[in-house]
Protein backbone atom coordinates (compact mmCIF):
# COMPACT_ATOMS: atom_id res chain seq x y z
CA UNK A 1 0.00 0.00 0.00
CA UNK A 2 1.34 3.29 -0.65
CA UNK A 3 2.22 5.47 2.05
CA UNK A 4 0.90 9.08 1.29
CA UNK A 5 1.85 12.21 3.60
CA UNK A 6 -0.73 14.34 5.16
CA UNK A 7 -0.54 17.71 3.75
CA UNK A 8 -1.66 20.99 5.62
CA UNK A 9 -1.73 22.72 2.58
CA UNK A 10 -3.86 22.24 -0.52
CA UNK A 11 -2.25 23.10 -4.10
CA UNK A 12 -4.83 23.94 -7.30
CA UNK A 13 -4.01 24.49 -10.78
CA UNK A 14 -6.27 25.36 -13.39
CA UNK A 15 -5.66 27.28 -17.02
CA UNK A 16 -7.55 30.40 -16.31
CA UNK A 17 -6.04 31.59 -12.61
CA UNK A 18 -3.24 29.89 -11.77
CA UNK A 19 -1.75 28.21 -9.02
CA UNK A 20 -3.53 28.24 -6.02
CA UNK A 21 -1.70 27.05 -2.49
CA UNK A 22 -3.80 27.21 0.38
CA UNK A 23 -1.75 27.12 4.19
CA UNK A 24 -3.89 27.09 7.10
CA UNK A 25 -2.22 29.00 10.19
CA UNK A 26 -0.86 26.53 12.80
CA UNK A 27 -2.56 26.44 15.41
CA UNK A 28 -0.47 26.48 18.26
CA UNK A 29 -2.29 24.86 21.39
CA UNK A 30 0.14 25.96 23.93
CA UNK A 31 -0.45 29.57 23.41
CA UNK A 32 -3.63 29.34 22.13
CA UNK A 33 -5.50 27.67 25.92
CA UNK A 34 -3.69 30.60 28.19
CA UNK A 35 -4.39 33.31 25.70
CA UNK A 36 -8.40 32.17 26.09
CA UNK A 37 -8.41 32.28 29.25
CA UNK A 38 -6.94 35.16 29.65
CA UNK A 39 -8.92 36.69 27.23
CA UNK A 40 -12.06 36.50 29.75
CA UNK A 41 -10.48 37.69 32.35
CA UNK A 42 -9.27 41.21 30.12
CA UNK A 43 -12.70 41.25 29.05
CA UNK A 44 -13.76 41.49 32.89
CA UNK A 45 -11.34 43.82 33.56
CA UNK A 46 -11.93 45.60 30.44
CA UNK A 47 -15.90 46.34 31.02
CA UNK A 48 -15.00 46.83 34.78
CA UNK A 49 -12.59 49.28 34.54
CA UNK A 50 -15.18 51.36 31.56
CA UNK A 51 -17.77 51.27 34.11
CA UNK A 52 -15.40 52.48 36.46
CA UNK A 53 -14.37 55.40 34.09
CA UNK A 54 -17.86 56.75 33.35
CA UNK A 55 -18.96 56.23 37.16
CA UNK A 56 -15.86 58.58 37.98
CA UNK A 57 -16.90 60.96 35.33
CA UNK A 58 -20.61 61.77 36.26
CA UNK A 59 -19.62 61.82 39.62
CA UNK A 60 -16.89 64.27 39.07
CA UNK A 61 -13.87 62.60 39.97
CA UNK A 62 -11.34 63.45 37.45
CA UNK A 63 -8.41 62.28 39.22
CA UNK A 64 -9.01 58.82 38.83
CA UNK A 65 -9.95 58.70 35.20
CA UNK A 66 -6.65 60.83 34.69
CA UNK A 67 -5.47 57.49 35.06
CA UNK A 68 -8.11 54.90 34.25
CA UNK A 69 -8.44 56.61 30.54
CA UNK A 70 -4.83 55.94 29.28
CA UNK A 71 -4.81 52.62 31.07
CA UNK A 72 -8.16 51.04 29.50
CA UNK A 73 -7.15 52.85 26.44
CA UNK A 74 -3.60 50.64 25.94
CA UNK A 75 -5.41 47.52 27.87
CA UNK A 76 -8.39 47.14 25.41
CA UNK A 77 -5.32 47.64 22.25
CA UNK A 78 -3.25 44.86 24.14
CA UNK A 79 -6.43 42.39 24.59
CA UNK A 80 -7.46 43.10 20.57
CA UNK A 81 -4.25 41.94 19.68
CA UNK A 82 -4.31 39.16 21.66
CA UNK A 83 -7.87 38.24 20.25
CA UNK A 84 -6.57 38.56 16.74
CA UNK A 85 -3.70 36.45 17.53
CA UNK A 86 -6.13 33.69 18.98
CA UNK A 87 -8.49 33.84 16.65
CA UNK A 88 -5.80 33.76 13.45
CA UNK A 89 -3.76 30.70 15.16
CA UNK A 90 -7.64 28.75 14.85
CA UNK A 91 -9.16 30.09 11.64
CA UNK A 92 -6.39 32.10 9.69
CA UNK A 93 -4.82 30.59 6.35
CA UNK A 94 -2.46 32.29 3.56
CA UNK A 95 -3.07 31.81 0.15
CA UNK A 96 -0.67 32.43 -2.96
CA UNK A 97 -2.02 32.62 -5.86
CA UNK A 98 0.62 32.79 -9.17
CA UNK A 99 -0.73 33.15 -12.62
CA UNK A 100 0.54 34.54 -15.60
CA UNK A 101 1.72 38.03 -14.80
CA UNK A 102 1.00 38.13 -11.10
CA UNK A 103 2.24 36.32 -7.47
CA UNK A 104 -0.15 37.21 -4.61
CA UNK A 105 0.33 36.79 -0.93
CA UNK A 106 -3.27 37.00 0.22
CA UNK A 107 -3.71 36.66 4.09
CA UNK A 108 -7.51 35.60 5.41
CA UNK A 109 -9.23 35.32 8.95
CA UNK A 110 -12.77 35.01 8.06
CA UNK A 111 -14.50 37.44 6.25
CA UNK A 112 -11.30 40.01 6.62
CA UNK A 113 -8.59 39.92 4.14
CA UNK A 114 -5.20 41.70 3.51
CA UNK A 115 -3.54 41.16 -0.14
CA UNK A 116 -0.28 42.66 -1.36
CA UNK A 117 0.50 41.70 -4.57
CA UNK A 118 3.78 41.51 -7.14
CA UNK A 119 4.10 41.40 -10.69
CA UNK A 120 5.78 38.53 -11.93
CA UNK A 121 8.27 39.42 -14.12
CA UNK A 122 9.69 41.52 -11.06
CA UNK A 123 10.52 39.16 -8.82
CA UNK A 124 14.25 37.57 -8.61
CA UNK A 125 15.55 35.42 -6.44
CA UNK A 126 12.28 33.84 -4.21
CA UNK A 127 13.05 31.67 -1.75
CA UNK A 128 10.77 30.15 1.53
CA UNK A 129 12.55 29.67 4.44
CA UNK A 130 10.11 27.33 6.50
CA UNK A 131 11.06 24.39 8.67
CA UNK A 132 13.00 21.70 6.51
CA UNK A 133 10.20 19.25 6.44
CA UNK A 134 7.47 21.19 5.68
CA UNK A 135 10.07 22.54 2.52
CA UNK A 136 10.89 18.95 1.45
CA UNK A 137 7.04 18.23 1.17
CA UNK A 138 6.10 21.21 -0.49
CA UNK A 139 9.42 20.60 -2.63
CA UNK A 140 7.81 17.39 -3.08
CA UNK A 141 4.14 17.92 -4.10
CA UNK A 142 5.49 20.76 -6.38
CA UNK A 143 7.25 18.82 -8.22
CA UNK A 144 4.27 16.31 -8.64
CA UNK A 145 1.98 18.73 -9.63
CA UNK A 146 4.70 20.26 -12.23
CA UNK A 147 5.32 16.46 -13.63
Known amino acids: MLNVPKFRS ?5 EISGFRI ?3 AKTHWVWVAPASIWLCFW ?21 GCL ?19 V ?6 REIILINDQDFVVRRELGGFRRERGFALAS ?3 LRYWGHSS ?3 KLHAKVGELLG
Do not use: S
Open 10 to 14: TITYD
Open 22 to 24: TIP
Open 43 to 63: AFADVTTGRALVTGLTKGEWG
Open 67 to 85: FLLPWLTFWTAGGLLALLG
Open 87 to 92: LWNVGG
Open 123 to 125: IRN
Open 134 to 136: ERK
